[in-house]
């Protein structure tokens, strides 16, 4: 007669626990798969994001702009949650991303809540074609301000920055820092490296 054993282990613990098998001992195996038990790494450190009932467009959006960015989780409202926001269970509660290693939730919070320039979040380029691709999309529906920020069409409040803007700045001679200043400053919208490094340079 055959040894039956029945396990409730991981994939992992599984194959370790195979090759420990002496080979003249016949088992069947039934693998219990328990997926609460995957290992979950709680985020430090998460910039919260409230939107009304966009998260998941704006989600699919901002990743679909980055190279390095995904979605980590989605939660969905329990019974009790949705009855109390007037919603269906089931619908989208938060979605968990990353851009370029940043850590983000995007919240269907409701209406009550809206952005507001006090925060941006800030995007630094290496190149003018970056910084293009970023500006165009994001302000697409959105709203253009001064000196490389603007406002997406969800609200939210970008800074796509030259990242020799930032070197420039720190520039020890305050000539050629004043210069850089003044050049970022009549720039009503996109910021254009090319400018700003004429100004640097006292061009």
């Given amino acids: 007669m055959m ?3 029945e396990l409730s282990i991981t994939p992992k613990a599984l194959t370790m626990n195979l090759t420990m098998i002496n080979r003249n001992v016949t088992m069947i195996i039934v693998v219990i798969i328990d997926p609460t038990r995957e290992r979950f790494e709680m985020r430090k450190i998460v910039t919260f994001l409230w939107f009304n009932n966009q998260a998941k467009e704006a989600v699919d959006f901002y990743v679909s702009l980055f190279e390095d960015a995904k979605i980590i989780n989605t ?3 329990t019974e009790s949650v949705a009855k109390a926001a007037g919603k269906k269970p089931g619908d989208i509660s938060a979605i968990d991303f990353e851009l370029n290693g940043q850590n983000f939730t995007a919240l269907n919070g409701g209406p009550l809540y809206t952005f507001s320039e006090a925060i941006s979040i800030a995007v630094y380029c290496k190149t003018q074609e970056e910084i293009d691709k970023l500006w165009d999309a994001l302000t697409e529906g959105g709203e253009v301000l ?3 920020w603007l406002k997406d069409k969800y609200g939210l409040t970008w800074q796509i920055v030259p990242e020799c803007l930032d070197i420039m700045m720190r520039d020890p001679d305050p000539v050629k820092a004043e210069r850089v200043s003044a050049a970022m400053l009549r ?3 996109k910021l254009m490296i090319r400018e700003l490094e004429k ?3 006292g061009e």
């Fill in 146 to 148: 001064s000196c490389g």
């Fill in 199 to 201: 100004a640097y340079r």
């Fill in 187 to 189: 720039m009503e919208g």
């Fill in 75 to 77: 939660t969905y409202l």
């Fill in 3 to 5: 040894d039956v054993k």
